[in-house]
Each structure stands twice: as C-alpha cells, then as structure tokens.
C-alpha cells in the first residue's frame, strides 16, 4: 500500500451572516453617496478646466491662459495677502481670547463664550453689511480709518475675522483645555520666569491646536465669497472671480479653471494639517493632573479688558446691522420702522427666499444626519471589509479640502450636463440639500465617530451571541446613547445651511432663492437695509432654533441619558 501524502488543510472561509451582509451593502451606499455629492462634482470641475467651450481637451491652455491674465493673476495674489494678514489677526484674537477663558478666573466667562459664538449664527454677508453702515460713504465712524476706505481690503480683512474668529477660538480652546498641572509647577519649582514658562510650557502645549486653527481660518478666508463681493469692490480675489467667470461672463471653463487655482491651497492646507495632527501626541496621561487656573487679579481683570474689547466689537457689528434693519433713513433717521422686511417690494429676493431656507435646512437637519449618522456607525461597526472601509474613511474626510464656492460649482458642471440621469434634479430643492450635506459632511461625520467610539464594542457581541439583528441594537442601543451628539449633529447641519452662501450661490432657481442669497442679490440691488434685514432674520432664526433646542432637548436629554449618571 502506498502512502499518501498530507495535504496543506485549505482556508475555510466564515459565511457571512445577513447582518455582516446588510452593513457592507450600507459601507457601499455611504460611499456612493460621497462619490455623487463630492468626488463627481469635483471631477467634473477638473475636467472643465481642461476643456475648451466645445467640450475638447486642450491640455494646459485653460491655465496657462489664467496666468497670462493679469487680473486674475493679481486676484490671486490678493486672496493670498488677505488669507495671510486675517489669518494672523484671528488666530491671535482667538488665543487671547481664549487664554483668558481658559487659563484665567476671568469674570464672565459664560457671558464671553456666549458673545463669541455669535459670528457662527449669521452669514458671512452680515458683517461685511455692518461694516458699509459703520465706515462706509454715509458711515458715522469713518475717522477712526484715518482717510483710509473700508471698501477693499481693509474692509474685507475685518469681516473675514469677525466671521472666522469662532471657528480659530473653538479650536484653540479645546487645545488649552488640555494640561497636565505638574509640568506648570515643576517649571515653577525651577524658578522660571512666567513669560519663560509660557515659551517652554504653554505653547509647545498648544502648537497643534495653534496650526489646526491657522490652516482653518486660512482656508475659510480664502474660499470666502460674502464678504469680498458686499465689501470688496475694485479689490478682486478669486471668490468673487469665479462668480464673475460663471454669472457675468459665462465662461465655465475660466471659472472651472479659477475653481481649480482655489483649491490648491485649501488641499495643501488639509494635507498639512493631518500630518500635523498625526505627529501629535498624548498631553495627558492616566496621572496627570488637571490644571485649575489660580486667582490672580491683575491678570484676571487684565484679561477681562482684552475680551471686552474683542466682545464689543462682535456684539457693536451685530447691533448696528440690527439698527440699520430697522431704522427708517440711515444715518439721518434711525426711527424703528419695519419696512425694510417687506422682502416682497424688493428686488433680488422675499419672503418666499426665507422659507425655501426653513425647508432646506430642515431637510439637510433631518436627512444630512441620518445619513451621516448612519454611514459612521457602519464605517466602525462592519467587520473586515478593510480595503472599501478605508476608501469610503477618506471620501468622507474629502469635503474638508473642498471648498464650498467649488463644490457648488463642480455641482454645475456634474448635475446639469443633458447626459446625467440626475438632470432633473437641477435647480430643485434636492440639489441645494444634497450640495450642502456634502459640504458639511466632514465635520458632523468626525462628531459621530468621536462618540460612536466611545461605545464598548461588546453591544454588538452580545447582540450577535443573542441573534437581535443588527439594526435592533442600532436603534434601540447606539442611537440613544449617542442622542447628544446626533441632535448636535442636526443642529450644526441646520445653523450651517441657513447661513451658507458659497456653496448654493450658483445652484438655486427663481423658485428656491435662498435667505442668503436674497441677501447678496438686495445688496447688488442697492437695498442695502433690505439685505441687512433680511441677515438678521437668519441670525435671528438660527439664535432663536438655537434656543429652543437647548431648551427642549435639555430635560429630554437628562431623562434619555440617566444611566450615565448612576
């Protein structure tokens, strides 16, 4: 008898069960959805870029063509010079600001954080309109511009702080929240000096936050649209180049072609910013200490001065904007009168305008977040499926590199070709919801997956072991655990689409004319008041929904989460 020799045992796959099954088909869908509300959009635009009015390649011309412009050359550079300078600005606004909230007993501190957010409730429209009323021909605070005019950079630089100084703060005080108190006091046993502690200490400490802040301000400042086109004037950058390629002169591929020039920096900014982020380590360990800010009244009242300053300047934009809604003859009769809300008599934009934006962000609050909800909780959940998970893991960080102003241009140059089944779509309301969820997508989706990895994942073990299906456990486990950050996520989503501008400005219809939109069209109109108006009653609206939700999701929220407590 002849002897047989062994055989290597083959792999025995594991049959994937239907819940494994159901997850994978949703990882493919999230993906899906990022392609058609990013990755498509934004090849579309780079393919314009390279074609002429014929839809032929042509190479490098397109650009070659931009660069030998001198306008558009010059636009560059100043989008450069005033992302640099309002950079700066906010950036050290935002520390000292936040330092004193922070590392200070500063008086007020509930009332200072409340003030700083303001900017985050209004579109960017609304300081750049605040600033014409203030510094502008018939301004009544011109001489504090010793002769100089609001109307260009001086005036784009100060709206673009006001609106990005929160954004800077958010960031910057989430770094400084975090210090172990030992390295403070074994500094101090050193003798150091404080200014030395804070070079060798403080900073080092913060440097991440510090650069997270900077290529974020950057970013939004020069992908900004508002604030440039009310108060910019002769001044170009190319914000308001890519509006005048595409509205004024209807040159799609220029425009694609500035589109692209704009999203160079806005990528080389998020690359530098995760490899940043990835280089940063640990600041406190499972010993540290947390540092308890001392007493100090010197510092303390110093500090208080520093952030009047900063908050009256925030709440005296938003006032007279406010003041100018409703006075009836700036500047030379401020008696109330409510005539400049009748947005039906104006032109660019009425009541109609404001309702479309209710119904958008409602719909964006309400899809946006169960999709983007939903997409984390299967992108950490599935199982293997290793290779699509990290493809769909990048997709859903890629909206952060994309300006807004672009990807509603790449929404153009995708969604309205005659060949694209989803033509249709074009100029309805599903094209403004579907644009601006992708817009906002990275940041609501970095929020769920923050508190969906903060569930054991035993939930859905134990699940499994007992045969509960998969969206059992979802629904009646994840969902009310992580409540807080999904109604947060519905509110960014909601705040955000009212007061965005950039990203629908070249999508909306005659009969889905959105609040911020109305805005821009009753100031290119020269009702400067109507325009006012109608950004406080987005401020308002946002402010006021704000408000409600605190206020209604409050004991909601103490009864849904009262297991944390026990």
Not at 446 to 451: H, V
Not at 495 to 514: D, I, Q, W
Request: one cysteine or more.
């Amino acid at each position: 008898m002849t002897a047989v020799a062994p055989t290597a045992l083959a792999p025995v796959r594991q049959k994937l069960s239907a819940d494994e099954v159901l997850m994978r088909i949703g990882v493919v869908l999230v993906g899906c959805f990022l392609l058609l509300a990013v990755v498509l959009p934004i090849w579309a635009l780079l393919k314009k870029a390279f074609e002429d009015k014929s839809g032929n390649f042509v190479g490098l011309a397109n650009i070659e063509q931009f660069f030998a412009t001198p306008s558009l050359a010059t636009s560059a550079m100043n989008s450069v010079f005033i992302a640099l300078v309002s950079t700066v600005l906010c950036v050290g606004l935002a520390f000292v600001y936040a330092y004193g909230l922070m590392r200070t007993c500063l008086p007020g501190r509930g009332f200072f954080r409340i003030v700083s957010q303001i900017p985050l409730l209004a579109p960017s429209l609304l300081p750049a309109i605040s600033l014409v009323y203030l510094f502008g021909n018939q301004g009544f605070a011109t001489w504090l511009l010793f002769g100089h005019s609001i109307y260009g950079p001086i005036g784009i630089v100060i709206g673009e702080v006001f609106w990005t100084f929160p954004h800077a703060l958010i960031i910057v005080t989430t770094a400084l929240a975090i210090a172990d108190a030992r390295h403070f006091e074994a500094a101090q046993s050193l003798k150091a000096s404080e200014w030395r502690i804070f070079m060798t200490v403080t900073l080092p400490g913060i440097r991440y936050g510090l650069i997270s802040a900077t290529f974020v301000v950057f970013v939004l400042v020069i992908t900004d649209f508002g604030v440039p086109k009310v108060i910019g004037e002769q001044y170009n950058v190319l914000a308001t180049d890519i509006y005048k390629q595409v509205i004024g002169q209807q040159n799609f591929q220029m425009g694609a072609v500035v589109g692209l020039v704009l999203l160079t920096p806005a990528v080389i900014a998020f690359f530098i910013d995760r490899i940043a982020q990835r280089r940063q380590t640990a600041l406190l360990s499972a010993r540290a200490v947390p540092l308890i800010p001392k007493p100090n009244k010197t510092v303390d009242w110093a500090f208080f001065a520093i952030c009047s300053v900063i908050a009256a300047m925030i709440i005296i934009v938003l006032a007279v904007a406010f003041i100018a809604s409703i006075a009836k003859f700036w500047p030379y009769d401020l008696t109330p009168s409510l005539k400049n809300y009748n947005f039906d008599m104006m032109d660019g934009g009425g009541w109609e305008s404001y309702r479309n934006s209710l119904t958008m962000s409602a719909l964006t609050a309400v899809i946006g977040t169960a999709v983007i909800f939903t997409g984390a909780y299967l992108l950490e959940k599935t199982t293997r499926f290793s290779a699509p998970r990290s493809i769909v893991r990048f997709l859903t960080l890629l909206p952060l590199a994309v300006p807004g102003l672009v990807l509603g241009l790449g929404f153009i140059f995708f969604f309205n070709d005659k060949d694209n089944p989803l033509n249709f779509i074009y100029g309805t309301m599903a094209i403004l919801v579907l644009c601006t969820i992708g817009h906002f997508y990275s940041v609501a989706h970095l929020t769920a997956t923050t508190a969906l990895k903060q569930i054991d994942p035993e939930f859905e073990t134990v699940s499994s072991s007992l045969k509960v299906p998969i969206y059992k456990t979802f629904l009646f486990v994840t969902l009310p655990v992580c409540l807080p950050a999904v109604l947060e996520i519905a509110m960014y989503l909601f705040v955000n689409a009212m007061t965005t501008v950039s990203a629908v400005v070249f999508l909306y219809s005659p009969k889905t004319t959105l609040a911020s939109i109305a805005v821009l069209n009753m100031d290119d109109a020269g009702d400067v008041a109507p325009a006012a108006a109608m950004a406080i009653m987005i401020f308002m609206t946002s402010a006021v929904v704000r408000i409600l939700y605190t206020i209604a999701t409050g004991s909601f929220l103490r009864r849904a989460q009262a297991w944390r407590r026990r």
